[in-house]
């Protein structure tokens, strides 16, 4: 893995775990992206990008007690690390930075 | 599909069961709870929503879309890393182990290193055997066109065909790509006033340069036989007459008169090639120097190896009948007399190991010694295997204790196989990198073994191939030792209840047996082949031979017209007692024949193809070959050179004509050359002793000039002054002509040149593989005597002499080599009947070879264990019985 790099799939997914501990597992974080984008996203590809992140550092996870639904299986819940949270404010930062730079038309 | 049984439990759906099954399989354990209870909440969410049938289907879309490499991925697990531990354990238990048992691991090491190096020395040179002439780019293509002759007297089959056959067939099948002639011519070329014979001349087509892959060192291919007076030289002629210098655009004069410009040199033909020469003239050249009309146009006979290269994927059986139907037709001069030439096709590189006719090239290899070289290298292996595996269950309760400890630590039999294996490839890889070294060293000074310089290519793919053939050996090797101790039961290995090298004893008998029987059929194969070719070597050919210089001069008009004053000035030397001249009719090396009507008993003209030679009135006496009935050629009558013919006795044999005596007057050929027979020679061997004398006919030369060659029969006790008066007087008569001469027993001891190479290798490999089954003897004798040394002490103690001792210990494994003698007899004796089948003068089996071949085995065996017997019998019964 590239060092701290952030992908935009991936800063959306750490967004919305920070923003909503609550829903933070998978299929939880797949309707939200569903609700806030309007984009289909299939469930296999953010497992993907969770797993990433994990071995990135950036969320740290549980097995935490699931729904019904799920035939009495656990789901793996995600936690935003210390380094996650710092990652997220760096480029929402630099992100600041370069809107300051644009001058309203 | 999955909702068969669902609705007796609740009348709730679940999701396809296969599909549930199918995620199960592939999903990574630590992964599976999150990502099937993901899919079942999907599952169950389409459901509440009403979409029950679209539900199963998307469940199957994502089992199918989450079969991913993150989500099939098996985590690094505790074990596995762990297990990297334990192979370094193995390896250095493997290493502590070789130390503590070093006479059984040096043993191993030693047969096996041996073996490794013969076996890739033999394969080498069969990989060499079995690419002959494949580095040629259209060799797939190439065939050579010989044919099988029928006359009424007699049938053979010869590498040659008829000349037109090279100059026309491209021209009249359009399936014959292109045709070239390869025939053989000598001359003498001279450069400022040294002058040579060049016997390794060639004659060819044009097309020659484009059909074979000739690497080209100078001068354009297209150019190389454009001008009649034109040579290639091939890179070391080029060095022998220019050195250094460019010998392109050169001029050599060719048989002292005819200017030749070198137009090209090419690189020396490989060593696996059939096809061998130094010098390359064109077709056209030879019509002018040999003063032939027909060459284009004849097509009987046989007088040049002739090679056509198809078109890929040639119909060549319709080919080969339309070929035979168009020759039929023009040779109707052989048709009228009952004789035929029916052409085949050989594909050129089958031509080294599968083509044994007349006129072949005498640098072809046997494919009957590639199988038995091939056997003998995977014998030797299998020696060495025996060895190991017999050396490793001998000293098997050394290793008990290792294995009962680390089964109580809970290491499962199979870790303990995998142990004995990687121990086993492992001594099989320092093996093979050794051997590896050995046959980098051994290769160059095998060569003259081997017959030629061996090219060694080595690339990544062979250094693979070896790598896995020792990985194969290794487990060979280890197979039945990792599994034979790996069974041992901790319990009773650490009660001490094991009784020492008793595990697997039948079978490690066995294999002694096993291996002490090849040993034993390789030495009666030996003594059987040396007692054959010292048999060959001392034969009567019928002729003798000690005397006798032949010297070639090529029929050299120079030499022709002195051949009075040579002979008058040879003979004034008491040594030289009988000078003959004649034409192509050496008696070692390829006599030529042609077709003559013969008359029968019964007074009838049968047409017949005899070899024959062409002499003058002292052969018969300079090569000493005896008269059956009538007289040889004699000056007193004066029509011999028209009207008189001789024949040998299976020419008399073959027509049919009862006795010497009654051939004598029998008539030969059409009139007016009609001969009558008057005398019968006794058979000499003109071929070898691999083949039957053949018929033979005697004809005196009509001319002179036709000479080409002299044999003198000489007093050689003196050799240095014998032929130092040869070449002064030869100087002083043809200071043109260089003096070619050889000693005639040479020439027929060079004639068995591949047989005395067959020995020399078969005896190198004999002895090896007898060594190294006494490696193997040596350290189970060792192994064995150490677990009886109690044994020993108290038999010792109670009364036995040494002699009943050493008798005690030697009797097992004499009586094992006894029963290897026993197999060994038949086996030898049915694969040396068929070697010596392909003599035609042989000797027979006789049971002193057997008897030779026991003795020294068991000699052999019993000095390698006499030092551990003799050991074991005169130690003091003190040492051995006062520990415990």
């Known amino acids: 893995m590239k060092g701290t790099n952030l992908g935009e799939f991936e800063e959306l997914v750490l967004l919305i775990a920070v923003a909503r501990p609550e829903e933070a597992y998978s299929v939880g974080i797949a309707k939200i992206i569903d609700e806030v984008t309007d984009r289909k996203v299939v469930h296999s590809v953010v497992h993907a990008c969770l797993n990433r992140l994990l071995k990135k550092g950036f969320l740290s996870s549980e097995m935490k007690a699931g729904s019904n639904k799920r035939g009495g299986r656990r789901k793996r819940v995600y936690t935003i690390t210390p380094l996650g949270m710092k990652t997220l404010e760096m480029v929402k930062a630099q992100r600041d930075k370069l809107w300051a730079m644009i001058t309203p038309a | ?884």
């Open chain 2, 1 to 884: 599909m999955g909702n068969d049984n669902s609705g007796l439990k609740e009348n709730k759906p679940t999701p396809p069961k296969w599909a549930d099954k199918f995620l199960e399989w592939y999903c990574a354990p630590h992964q599976l709870e999150d990502v099937q209870g993901a899919l079942y909440e999907y599952y169950y969410d389409k459901i509440e929503n009403g979409q029950a049938s679209r539900a199963k289907w998307f469940f199957i879309l994502d089992v199918i879309t989450h079969f991913r490499p993150h989500i099939i991925k098996r985590k690094s697990s505790h074990f596995a890393s762990n297990s990297l531990g334990m192979y370094k354990e193995i390896i250095k238990t493997a290493i502590r182990n070789f130390r503590k048992n070093q006479l059984a691991s040096i043993l191993n090491l030693l047969g096996l290193t041996i073996s490794i190096t013969s076996f890739l020395l033999i394969w080498i040179w069969i990989h060499q055997e079995k690419n002959f002439d494949a580095f040629h780019e259209h060799a797939a293509d190439i065939y050579r066109i010989p044919n099988t002759f029928k006359s009424e007297s007699e049938t053979f089959s010869q590498a040659v065909s008829g000349p037109a056959l090279g100059a026309q067939l491209h021209k009249l099948f359009p399936q014959v790509v292109n045709a070239t002639r390869f025939g053989s011519t000598t001359a003498v070329i001279k450069l400022g006033d040294q002058s040579y014979f060049e016997n390794r001349i060639r004659v060819v087509d044009p097309n020659f340069f484009d059909m074979f892959s000739w690497e080209v060192l100078a001068g354009d291919k297209a150019d190389f036989l454009r001008e009649l007076n034109s040579i290639v030289l091939t890179e070391s002629l080029a060095k022998k007459y220019f050195g250094e210098n460019s010998a392109l655009g050169q001029t050599l004069i060719m048989d002292n008169e005819r200017p030749m410009k070198v137009t090209g040199i090419l690189k020396d033909p490989p060593a696996n090639s059939q096809l061998q020469f130094e010098a390359i003239t064109s077709m056209n050249l030879a019509k002018v120097r040999w003063e032939t009309q027909d060459m284009d146009t004849n097509w009987g006979g046989g007088w040049f190896h002739t090679y056509l290269q198809l078109e890929p994927n040639a119909d060549q059986e319709n080919l080969m009948v339309e070929v035979n139907k168009l020759i039929t037709s023009k040779l109707t001069f052989f048709t009228e007399r009952n004789m035929s030439y029916h052409y085949f096709l050989q594909p050129l590189t089958d031509i080294h190991l599968n083509s044994d006719l007349r006129y072949d090239f005498s640098n072809n290899g046997s494919a009957r010694n590639v199988s038995i070289f091939t056997a003998v290298a995977f014998i030797i292996l299998l020696l060495a295997c025996i060895n190991y595996i017999n050396l490793s269950t001998a000293n098997a309760i050394r290793r008990a204790k290792e294995v009962g400890i680390k089964k109580i630590i809970g290491a499962l039999r199979t870790d303990l196989i995998k142990q004995f294996l990687i121990e086993s490839t492992l001594i099989c890889l320092i093996s093979a990198l050794i051997a590896l070294g050995l046959v980098y060293f051994l290769l160059p000074s095998s060569a003259n073994f081997l017959g030629y310089d061996i090219a060694l290519n080595v690339n990544a793919l062979s250094f693979l191939w070896l790598f896995l053939g020792t990985l194969v050996l290794g487990l060979v090797a280890g197979f039945f030792p990792a599994f034979s101790i790996s069974a041992f039961k901790p319990l009773s290995v650490l009660k001490g209840q094991l009784k020492s090298g008793k595990q697997g004893a039948l079978i490690r008998k066995s294999l002694v047996v096993l291996q002490f029987t090849a040993t034993i059929a390789l030495i009666i194969a030996i003594i059987t082949v040396n007692g054959q070719l010292r048999y060959i070597q001392n034969k009567d050919l019928g002729m003798q031979t000690d005397e006798v210089i032949y010297v070639s001069y090529r029929g050299l008009q120079s030499v022709n017209n002195n051949q009075e004053i040579l002979k008058n000035e040879l003979l004034k030397s008491a040594a030289f007692k009988s000078i003959s001249f004649y034409r192509n009719s050496h008696p070692v090396g390829g006599l030529s024949n042609s077709t003559v009507q013969v008359e029968t008993e019964a007074g009838k003209k049968v047409s017949s193809s005899l070899y024959n030679i062409r002499v003058d009135e002292s052969y018969a006496e300079t090569y000493g070959i005896e008269l059956a009935a009538g007289r040889f050629f004699s000056e007193v009558f004066p029509t011999d050179s028209t009207n008189s013919v001789l024949v040998n006795e299976a020419a008399v044999a073959s027509f049919g004509w009862g006795s010497p005596e009654q051939a004598l007057g029998k008539k030969m050929g059409v009139a007016p050359f009609e001969r009558t027979v008057v005398g019968v020679v006794k058979d000499f061997n003109f071929e070898g002793l691999h083949k039957e004398v053949a018929p033979l006919r005697i004809l005196p030369i009509r001319n002179k000039d036709d000479y080409s060659e002299i044999a003198l029969k000489a007093d050689l006790s003196d050799p240095f002054k014998t032929l130092g008066f040869l070449e002064k007087t030869w100087k002083k008569i043809n200071p043109e002509v260089p003096l070619d001469y050889t000693i005639m027993n040479e020439d027929i001891k060079d004639q068995y040149q591949g047989e005395l190479r067959f020995r020399s290798i078969f005896l190198v490999f004999s002895i090896l593989s007898l060594v190294i089954a006494c490696l193997g003897l040596l350290g189970l004798a060792t192994a064995l005597t150490n677990q009886r040394i109690k044994e020993i002490g108290i038999r010792k103690v109670l009364g036995a002499s040494n002699f009943n001792l050493i008798k005690l210990i030697s009797r097992e494994f004499l009586l094992l080599v006894a029963l290897s003698i026993v197999l060994a007899t038949p086996l030898a004796w049915y694969g040396m009947e068929q070697w010596l089948a392909g003599f035609a003068y042989r000797i027979d089996m006789s049971w002193v070879f057997f008897l030779s071949a026991g003795c020294i085995a068991l000699g052999v065996a019993l000095i390698t264990i006499s030092y551990q017997t003799l050991k074991a019998a005169l130690s003091n019964p003190v040492l051995s019985l006062r520990t415990e």
